[in-house]
């Protein structure tokens, strides 16, 4: 390995194995400028975190600013993030009204496009996919879209419920293909191929990460050895999940399995699921590997059930139409899951910002309670995407005759260097994001 051909897109190698650098002090390239303001900038990231059937109707809301910015109860785990946080009221998706309930709510939520019914299949590019599309060149994984619950193929109310399982789209007839195993989330991310190895990752690349660390800075080594070590830890995760059994939600026949679980399997329990992938998703941006994810938590009409919380009584979906204090506890729980990625990108240096200012961390739901009100939905976005966003503020567009959720993906959009005329049925974008 020379010197003079390192950059910050430097890719450790090994047999079948590809894995890309963190942010690095002591490199002076990291990928495609397109994205960044200058071309020694860590590059914009951009993650939406979906929560199907909406919140808690009395605890989601936000006001003041700044450090003094105060949150409702189903926001109360980004207590930490609020001066990164912007709380958007007001957006909606004038094509969710047009339809029926769920599915038609969820299906174009990133598209603001009409959507089919009868059980055909059609929407629109989705927003993130654009993004992908766009400058996934600059990445080994264009997008990583990952899921904690199956989708659902059956159809309710006249629309496929493939629209409630899906929030990413490919094309307009294409949802992005959804990733449901971490172990093979990982390994988008990390091997050249989904195939299975006996040897871990980590091992297949300690040779040329050896070699690397001799032209680097000290601090940099601390933050490479850091990374490898987060590393191996997801990868000792995934193999004791994978002996765990299969999705939480969905009984099996037996009491115990009669045959064994493979290793690559999907966790028991929904927390270990859901804290996998967020580990997945914050490996991906740190080490460059992707600057596009979409996390689906759960499904629009949704089945997961939570005995982690002591609810184990209702699923998802129907304790949803109710303001009790266990809906609020799984309100919560949902957004523990952004809470937790904001953290861990935030402690990841990159330059004078941290990951998390680099990032754009999108949370929101299709509809603002579990009783089907999609006039306006429950939108927050945590992160400074490059240095360009202001946090700790309130904008509530409820009052204003153009507030398509349309407006806010053309304003994402731009920050990363895409500027269109028109996306869904917006034209314009959201001046004050």
């Known amino acids: 390995m020379k010197s003079a051909h390192l950059s910050r897109r430097t890719f450790l190698r090994g047999v079948g194995v590809t894995m890309a650098l963190p942010w690095l002090e002591s490199r002076t390239v990291w990928g495609d400028a397109a994205v960044s ?5 860590a590059p914009v990231r951009v993650a939406v975190l979906f929560a199907g059937n909406g919140f808690h109707s009395r605890e989601w809301w936000a006001k003041g600013e700044g450090s003094q910015l105060e949150l409702g109860q189903v926001l109360a785990p980004l207590h930490d993030h609020r001066e990164k946080l912007l709380f958007i009221r007001g957006l909606y998706n004038a094509e969710a009204l ?11 939520l990133l598209s603001g496009a009409p959507l089919a019914s009868g059980g055909d299949i059609r929407s629109g590019t ?56 971490p172990a093979l989330a990982f390994d988008q991310l990390f091997k050249d191929g989904a195939e299975r190895g ?37 990868e000792r995760r995934i193999e004791r999940a994978g002996q765990q059994g299969e999705l939480q939600g969905w009984r099996p026949t037996l009491d115990k399995p009669d045959v064994p679980r493979p290793p690559e399997g999907i966790p028991q329990d929904i927390a270990d699921h859901m804290r996998l992938m967020c580990d997945i998703l914050v490996l991906g941006f740190q080490t460059d590997t992707t600057r596009v994810c979409t996390l689906k938590l759960n499904n629009d009409h949704s089945s997961l059930r939570f005995p982690h919380l002591g609810v184990d009584y209702m699923i998802h ?56 009100n999609a006039d306006q939905l429950p939108v ?8 360009q966003i202001e946090g700790g503020r309130v904008l509530d567009y409820s009052d204003q005759p153009e507030r398509q959720m349309c407006r806010l993906y053309l304003s994402m959009m731009e920050k990363c260097g895409i500027k269109l005329d028109k996306f869904g049925d917006a034209s314009q974008p959201l001046s004050e994001v």
Not at 37 to 41: F, R
Not at 98 to 108: A, F, Y
Not at 224 to 230: A, G, I, N, T, V
Not at 343 to 356: F, M, N
């Open 198 to 234: 006996d040897k871990s990752v980590l091992d297949s690349v300690l040779e040329d990460a050896q070699d690397f660390r001799r032209f680097v800075s000290q601090a940099d080594q601390r933050k490479l050895d850091e990374y490898l070590e987060s590393v191996r830890e997801v």
């Open 37 to 41: 303001t200058e071309a020694n900038d």
């Open 380 to 387: 927050v976005m945590v992160g400074g995407g490059g240095g």
């Open 317 to 372: 979906h129907l304790l949803s139409h109710s303001d009790t204090a266990d809906w609020l506890k799984v309100n919560q729980f949902f957004t523990q899951q952004l809470g937790y990625i904001a953290s861990r990108l935030d402690k990841i240096q990159e330059g004078e910002r941290t990951a998390l200012d680099n990032s754009m961390l999108l949370f929101l739901s299709s509809m603002m309670t579990g009783n089907h």
């Open 98 to 108: 047009k339809g029926n309930i769920h599915s038609s709510q969820t299906g174009n």
């Open 126 to 181: 989705s927003f993130d996919q654009v993004i992908a599309q766009t400058h996934g060149g600059s990445t080994k994984v264009p997008s990583l879209v990952l899921g904690c619950e199956k989708a659902n193929p059956s159809v309710h109310k006249n629309y496929s419920m493939l629209y409630s399982s899906h929030i990413s789209w490919s094309s307009p007839t294409t949802p992005t293909p959804l990733e449901l195993y």
